[in-house]
């Protein structure tokens, strides 16, 4: 069998696991995150070698799900992704399009990179097709989407997908920069950022004109 064909039949195997409900699997994967919550705490290295260790599976187990480390902070950072977006849905509409809404979610966005800083460090350092940074945009794009469709409404002649492709990788762009250092800042100024850089629309919930950034906060502010 060719390598190409062996290489795609893994990774069939890996979606069909992350798509299982066996409960075996779920406990497999509660594990490995449990595993690389604890090292990131304790300040050790990520590595496969010692995440296998302390999770207490094997490597073979290990690879069944994920192809290597970058997988992995892949899907813990979808994770985060969509937990964070179903807390702030959770709160209501009203309470999602106001400044404190998205100020806690950029916290708890920060905080989340914070936490496993040296796997993505790591993860964002490989070379990877589009590259690790690109990948973790397009699955943020999917919660700004949902965000914009659901809660907020843009400026005449924004289109969605461009606002929400936009706002991912100006996003991811400074997360990576600040997780590899390239970037000195500390968490809760980097949260900040992303809160005050979010366009107005995306916090209020109501359109503004082409050209007008701040909106209605402006013209509030203005009376």
Do not use: C
Request: hydrophobic share 45%.
């Amino acid at each position: 069998m060719m390598r190409g064909a062996v290489t795609a039949d893994i990774a069939t195997v890996r979606d069909s696991i992350r798509a299982s409900s066996d409960p075996r699997v779920a406990a497999t994967r509660t594990r490995l995150s449990d595993a690389v919550r604890s090292l990131a705490l304790a300040g050790r290295a990520i590595t496969v070698s010692s995440l296998v260790a302390e999770a207490r599976v094997s490597r073979a187990t290990f690879y069944t799900h994920f192809s290597g480390i970058d997988d992995l902070a892949l899907h813990l950072q979808e994770q985060a992704f969509r937990d964070i977006a179903a807390e702030t849905r959770a709160h209501g509409i009203s309470a999602s399009t106001d400044d404190s809404a998205m100020a806690r979610s950029q916290r708890a966005l920060i905080e989340h990179y914070a936490t496993y800083r040296a796997l993505y460090a790591a993860a964002f350092s490989v070379a990877v097709p589009r590259g690790a940074e690109s990948r973790v945009a397009e699955l943020m794009k999917v919660e700004i989407l949902a965000h914009i469709r659901e809660i907020t409404s843009p400026p005449p002649g924004i289109d969605p997908d461009i606002a929400a492709t936009y706002i991912a990788h100006a996003a991811t762009g400074l997360i990576a920069s600040w997780v590899l250092d390239d970037l000195t800042a500390r968490p809760d100024e980097i949260a900040e950022h992303l809160t005050q850089l979010m366009p107005r629309w995306m916090i209020s919930g109501q359109p503004t004109s082409a050209g007008d950034t701040d909106g209605p906060r402006r013209k509030k502010n203005q009376q």
